[in-house]
């Protein structure tokens, strides 16, 4: 699978931004995805989840409650809502597919997108 996230830019605090994440491959479809993010000097952490048909949902608790994760199995696309967003959600996005739900990724990071949220 090969993943391309989109969407990111500059938004104030209590903005809201929505992230694409287009992939390429059969597996998609089969695949549980998820959104992480890496703060600069920090290490990426983990996000939100969704189960490959869409039924099941998880998220970090620092982002619960104002980040919603959708997917459409039938573009190949995965979607991050962010709403209420505060300068700590400034970070570089990925998406990635996942290797055991809800949270440990696989081995491959596409392109990332950058959101920069200013106080």
């Known amino acids: 699978v090969q993943l391309q996230a989109s969407g990111g830019g500059l938004v104030q605090a209590g903005g809201s931004l929505r992230l694409s994440c287009a992939a390429s491959?059969?597996?998609?479809?089969?695949?549980?995805m998820g959104w992480f993010r890496q703060a600069p000097g920090k290490e990426r952490e983990f996000v939100a989840a969704?189960?490959?048909?869409?039924?099941?949902?998880y998220y970090a608790d620092s982002v619960k409650g104002r980040f919603t994760i959708s997917r459409d199995n039938a573009k190949s696309t995965v979607y991050l809502q962010m709403n209420s967003l505060k300068p700590e959600d400034t970070a570089v996005y990925y998406c990635?597919?996942?290797?055991?739900?809800?949270?440990?990724?696989?081995?491959?990071w596409g392109q990332g997108t950058l959101v920069t949220v200013s106080s």
């Open positions: 990635a597919a996942l290797r055991k739900w809800p949270s440990i990724p696989a081995d491959y």
């Open positions: 969704i189960s490959w048909s869409g039924a099941s949902t």
């Open positions: 491959g059969r597996t998609f479809s089969s695949s549980h």
